[in-house]
């Protein structure tokens, strides 16, 4: 069954596609607040459903793209922020977005799409809980061209995300996202916050964006392929994880050398460790 998927609103209209909208002032005035100075920014808000974080931001942003996959919010979000030529309102599923090509064009209703620069994004937006590390992996994709993520998700995954090595939280979701730089676990949302209310507590986190594959002498595609393999089946050691892409002679050496006990567990390792296991590797293969 599909979890239920928080969206910033203001109003009180019953939501659809099964959203639970923002309606909590001080966590929407937090969200904002954590973007820090974005006057000469642009600011990319996925979901804003009913503009409750879209008013804020519209006041703060140099530039502000709202990606609404709603046709009939979209149209309404259009409408209201007409005014604005700060603002503009993309209809689209964000996973289906060229990212790069809307970061590149230029602000205006003529959405001229000859390069103007390069500069980096900031994003902001409540994730649909069942689509969260989809949206991570595509926002990640674009790391070129953004700077920071302010992000709303359910607070389990917050967790995941931001934990350390050899806690129980720790897999394939907080290594991948580390290799893309720091998270900051911000606040908790609880369910009264949103209209209706969720079954499930909502955390907000912070990202500034800063790959480390150079950093740790690895590539980004192959690494984090490489981080498949050894979160394959968590309660398996390195070593069996392993023999699924290695031979096991050739893992074994590439473990002693990189100084890590065939018995352990991807989840205990950090990933300065995985990143020498995996330049051993290649060494051996």
Known sequence: ??????HSAAGTQKPKLGQNFLVDPDAMQRIVDALGDVSATT????????AALT???????GRLIAVELDRVLAAQLRMRFSPMPNVEVLE????????GTVLGSTPGPLRDLRPTGLFKARVVGNLPYYITSDILLKLFSAA???????????????????AAPGSRDYGLLSAT??????????FEVGPEAFRPPPKVRSAVFRMTIHPRFAELGVDESGFLGFLKTLFA??????????KAAYRSQAAAAALARAGIAPS??????????????????KIES
Request: hydrophobic share 50%; net charge negative.
């Open 1 to 6: 069954m599909a979890k239920e998927l928080p």
């Open 43 to 50: 600011v990319v808000e996925i979901g804003p459903g009913d």
């Open 55 to 61: 008013e804020l931001l519209a006041r703060r942003a």
């Open 92 to 99: 689209a599923d964000i996973l289906q977005v060229d990212l």
């Open 144 to 162: 070129g061209r953004i700077e920071m993520l302010v992000l709303m998700v359910q607070k389990e995954v917050a967790d995941r995300i931001a």
């Open 177 to 186: 996202a580390q290799m893309y730089g720091p998270v900051e676990l911000l």
């Open 233 to 242: 089946q968590k309660r398996k050691t390195l070593s069996n994880n392993l």
């Open 264 to 281: 352990a567990r991807a989840e205990a390792i950090s990933l300065e460790q995985m990143a020498k296991l995996y330049r051993e590797l």
